[in-house]
T-cell receptor
Framework: AQTVTQSQPEMSVQEAETVTLSCTYDTSESDYYLFWYKQPPSRQMILVIRQEAYKQQNATENRFSVNFQKAAKSFSLKISDSQLGDAAMYFCAYRRGGSQGNLIFGKGTKLSVKP | EAGVVQSPRYKIIEKKQPVAFWCNPISGHNTLYWYRQNLGQGPELLIRYENEEAVDDSQLPKDRFSAERLKGVDSTLKIQPAELGDSAVYLC???????????????FGEGSRLTVL
């Protein structure tokens, strides 16, 4: 079975600084997607960034980028120029490719941003 | 485009009472999911629908939980009777079935927070 592990329950960053959130996963599949979702205190889960496993290039979305190491099964999220609005729970998630599989989440990392 | 709509946002009930949650997915999304999120944890899947068919309900506690998605659009999740351990946020999500720019992504509602006393 696929698993997703986030080893940092909480992280803190100074405003305008850079922070990296860690995620590892376990799968025997070759076709899959990886995601980082953000869940602010209002609770609605929103997508931050997505990575297709077949793509070697790391995904980037403005201040958010990932370091995807397929062989190591590692998928970290880097947030540059951190802003107060980045404070939230961040969940790493895995989804098998092909058919409509389920999204499997890690336990999350709570990010605090200090002014 | 309207997002995933859930109701109610909050519900407080006493144990052994029934409760129901409703979800309306994004128009055109054939796949619908119900997740349960315990405090401080990541969401865990309860059930997944493809149109009106429940294709994965292996994690749904069938002795007290039931779900339906009549006509393959909106869905209802019911708990009867509720137990103290059912206190959680119940999230509904939907995704498109066809490949496109959002392939793989799930779109979430705001969730329904259940408190069982």
């Amino acid at each position: 079975a696929q698993t997703v592990t986030q080893s940092q329950p909480e992280m803190s960053v100074q405003e305008a600084e850079t922070v990296t959130l860690s995620c590892t996963y376990d799968t025997s599949e070759s076709d899959y997607y990886l995601f980082w979702y953000k869940q602010p205190p209002s609770r609605q889960m929103i997508l931050v960034i997505r990575q297709e496993a077949y793509k070697q290039q790391n995904a980037t979305e403005n201040r958010f980028s990932v370091n995807f190491q397929k062989a190591a099964k590692s998928f970290s999220l880097k947030i540059s120029d951190s802003q107060l609005g980045d404070a939230a729970m961040y969940f790493c998630a895995y989804r098998r490719g092909g058919s409509q599989g389920n999204l499997i989440f890690g336990k999350g990392t709570k990010l605090s941003v200090k002014p | 485009e309207a997002g995933v709509v859930q109701s109610p946002r909050y519900k407080i009930i006493e144990k052994k009472q029934p409760v129901a949650f409703w979800c309306n997915p994004i128009s055109g999304h054939n796949t619908l999911y119900w997740y349960r999120q315990n405090l401080g944890q990541g969401p865990e899947l309860l059930i997944r629908y493809e149109n009106e068919e429940a294709v994965d309900d292996s994690q749904l506690p069938k002795d007290r939980f039931s779900a339906e998605r009549l006509k393959g659009v909106d869905s209802t999740l019911k708990i009867q009777p509720a137990e103290l351990g059912d206190s959680a946020v119940y999230l509904c999500a939907s995704s498109p079935s066809k490949a496109g720019p959002n392939t793989g992504e799930l779109f979430f509602g705001e969730g329904s927070r259940l408190t069982v006393l």
